[in-house]
């Protein structure tokens, strides 16, 4: 089932060392989310890979946790913090992940308010309400994604109103955490996910001996050609290798 049109909607696995988090996870986010448009009238957020699993494309960089605290020279500050966002991200379970990356950023808001300023928080939310604005308009939105792009929505509005209010905390908090929802649809988020899974998926199968060593074998393969397409870049190749690896 698709809905015709989301009209609700307006608007990495090693843990990595405190000295090294920003500098990693910002590279990453640059890789995975940010882009250049071919034309003004480009959308910002439009729906990629249909056939297999689907994900949302964006871009442009959306404001993250981990950008902030480079920018804002929080980073030495944050290091805790930032530790545990990256660790959100790195988790199997998404629940937990996200949970984890929620409470960092929650954690980290008022250090980065007080670097930024209540103007820079503002400036820094504004890409977030344009792209929300473009998730809006997709069409034929796969019913699955549709709770999750509601509750990137419910967020931008919280935002919003809390930017409205003078509430600039619960601003940058409401903001940062409707971004990594994003993120966490992007493509290469989506290609992690399929590769974990299929991952999970063999190893229960090995235990268990569930498959013929044909289907093994071709699940392996996948599984491999996933993760090298993903270290290439070549982040398409790798949620459809991923999907089948997963079929499997």
Do not use: K, N
């Not at 990693?24 to 699993?53: K, Q, W």
């Not at 013929?212 to 290439?232: C, F, I, K, N, Q």
Request: with cysteine.
């Amino acid at each position: 089932m698709m809905s015709r049109r989301f009209q609700s909607l307006p608007r990495l696995s090693t843990r990595l060392s405190r000295s090294h988090v920003s500098a990693a996870i910002v590279a990453a986010l640059a890789i995975g989310s940010a882009g250049c448009r071919d034309a003004p009238s480009d959308p910002l957020a439009s729906l990629v890979s249909l056939e297999t699993a689907p994900a949302v494309a964006v871009p442009v960089e959306l404001p993250s946790l981990a950008e902030l605290a480079v920018r804002a020279d929080v980073r030495d500050e944050l290091g805790p913090v930032l530790d545990a966002w990256v660790a959100g991200w790195e988790e199997e379970d998404e629940d937990l992940g996200r949970g984890a990356r929620d409470e960092a950023i929650r954690q980290a808001t008022p250090a980065l308010h007080d670097a930024l300023g209540s103007g820079g928080v503002a400036s820094t939310l504004q890409p977030l309400f344009e792209v929300g604005r473009d998730l809006g308009r997709i069409e034929d939105v796969p019913t699955d994604l549709v709770p999750r792009l509601e509750e990137v929505r419910s967020l931008i509005e919280d935002t919003r109103a809390a930017l409205d209010a003078g509430r600039f905390d619960r601003a940058l908090t409401a903001g940062l955490q409707a971004s990594d929802r994003i993120r966490a649809l992007g493509p290469r988020a989506v290609a992690r996910t399929l590769i974990s899974r299929a991952d999970q998926a063999l190893m229960r199968a090995t235990v268990g001996e569930m498959l013929d060593p044909r289907s093994m074998s071709r699940g392996e393969r996948l599984l491999s050609g996933a993760r090298r397409a993903l270290e290439e870049g070549e982040v398409d190749l790798a949620i459809q290798r991923g999907y089948y690896a997963v079929q499997v």
